[in-house]
């Protein structure tokens, strides 16, 4: 495939039109025009359909530009570091991470990272939902426990793990009594399996609230409304001031947050970069080291 060609192709795709891509690229319409029209003979499919006034991407095309577009990219960039005499960060660097850590610690690790790589323009979108990197553009994930894919690979950089925590206010229920409770998602009456130090006991809850957020689900917890199920690093503060008390610890409920990328990219330079300043920011990984982002 004809490499200029096809990133003619891209520059017209992003630009929406022969037009507008030669005056944002200082290069003639009819060249990007003829570029176009023999990547379209090459490959044998028709990339664009031509109406008097617009252009729009076929379904192919629309393929071959969400596919090429990233990849040719890194080969510019990567050019222009070797050119350069260095592997520097640059670029745009695409990150998807999940709800509460962007909330709790991704705005201040944004900024920093900003700050210390300036050339690199960096875009963090907040989502649970799982992604596909390729398809959606992006560079890294942050994934809370993912589940095995053999298209990713990445590392653990951050350990917490969930704990029963309950306003000095809420007596603890004794023998089969059960305990109003703040959850997250389905309010159905619940029983939580709890590791103390006298050892493991179960708790009986039944359900006052049900939020769809952690943060809500602790700012309702500390009005003694009901006990919850809680990321220790969110309420570190709170046991720390005698403002919540501890239960006890979730059985097997230990979280790890992995940042992933496709197994099939070469790490390029702004993702390892982002790799590294996350080493910084959790050097052992702990949940101390995320509570610290955390404000009371």
Same mark, same amino acid.
């Given at each position: 495939?004809?490499?200029?060609?096809?990133?003619?192709?891209?520059?017209?795709a992003r630009h929406g039109g022969f037009g507008?891509?030669?005056?944002?690229?200082?290069?003639?319409?009819?060249?990007?025009?003829?570029?176009?029209?023999?990547?379209?003979?090459?490959?044998?499919?028709?990339?664009?359909?031509?109406?008097?006034?617009?252009?729009?991407?076929?379904?192919?095309?629309?393929?071959?530009?969400?596919?090429?577009?990233? /990849?040719?990219?890194?080969?510019?960039?990567? *050019?222009?570091?070797?050119?350069?005499?260095?592997?520097? &960060?640059?670029?745009?660097?695409?990150?998807?991470?999940?709800?509460?850590?962007?909330?709790?610690?991704?705005?201040?690790? *944004?900024?920093?990272?900003?700050?210390?790589? &300036?050339?690199?323009?960096?875009?963090?979108?907040?989502?649970?939902?799982?992604?596909?990197?390729?398809?959606?553009?992006?560079d890294l994930v942050i994934r809370v426990n993912?589940?095995?894919?053999?298209?990713?690979?990445?590392?653990?950089?951050?350990?917490?793990?969930?704990?029963?925590?309950? @306003?000095?206010?809420? &007596?603890? &229920?004794?023998?089969?009594?059960?305990?109003p409770g703040v959850v997250r998602g389905a309010?159905?009456?619940?029983?939580?399996?709890?590791?103390?130090?006298?050892?493991?006991?179960?708790?009986?809850?039944?359900?006052? /609230?049900?939020?769809?957020?952690?943060?809500?689900?602790?700012?309702?917890?500390?009005?003694?409304?009901?006990?919850?199920?809680?990321?220790?690093?969110?309420?570190?503060?709170? /046991?720390?001031?005698?403002?919540?008390?501890?239960?006890?610890?979730?059985?097997?409920?230990?979280?790890?947050?992995? *940042?992933?990328?496709?197994?099939?990219? /070469?790490?390029?330079?702004?993702? @390892?970069?982002?790799?590294?300043?996350?080493?910084?920011?959790?050097?052992?990984?702990? @949940?101390?080291?995320? *509570?610290?982002?955390?404000?009371?």
């Amino acid at each position: 495939m004809d490499l200029v060609a096809l990133a003619d192709f891209n520059l017209v795709a992003r630009h929406g039109g022969f037009g507008k891509a030669a005056r944002a690229s200082g290069r003639p319409k009819a060249t990007l025009s003829r570029r176009v029209t023999e990547l379209e003979a090459s490959l044998e499919l028709r990339l664009f359909e031509r109406g008097a006034r617009n252009l729009k991407l076929t379904e192919e095309g629309r393929a071959l530009h969400e596919r090429t577009a990233a /990849l040719l990219t890194e080969l510019d960039e990567t *050019a222009a570091t070797i050119a350069a005499g260095g592997e520097k &960060p640059r670029g745009r660097l695409r990150i998807s991470a999940p709800l509460l850590f962007s909330q709790t610690a991704m705005g201040r690790i *944004a900024a920093g990272f900003a700050m210390k790589y &300036p050339d690199v323009r960096l875009e963090v979108t907040t989502e649970d939902r799982a992604v596909d990197m390729i398809e959606e553009g992006y560079d890294l994930v942050i994934r809370v426990n993912p589940d095995p894919d053999e298209s990713l690979v990445g590392r653990a950089f951050l350990h917490d793990r969930l704990v029963v925590v309950a @306003s000095p206010d809420l &007596p603890r &229920p004794v023998a089969d009594h059960s305990a109003p409770g703040v959850v997250r998602g389905a309010g159905d009456r619940q029983t939580w399996n709890v590791v103390t130090s006298d050892g493991p006991t179960t708790i009986g809850i039944e359900p006052v /609230l049900a939020l769809s957020s952690l943060i809500m689900v602790r700012d309702a917890v500390r009005t003694g409304v009901g006990a919850a199920r809680m990321p220790i690093s969110l309420v570190s503060h709170d /046991l720390a001031d005698g403002t919540l008390l501890h239960w006890g610890d979730i059985d097997g409920s230990e979280i790890a947050l992995w *940042a992933l990328y496709p197994s099939r990219r /070469l790490l390029s330079a702004r993702v @390892s970069a982002f790799l590294d300043f996350l080493k910084q920011a959790f050097p052992n990984g702990t @949940s101390d080291e995320l *509570a610290a982002y955390i404000g009371r």
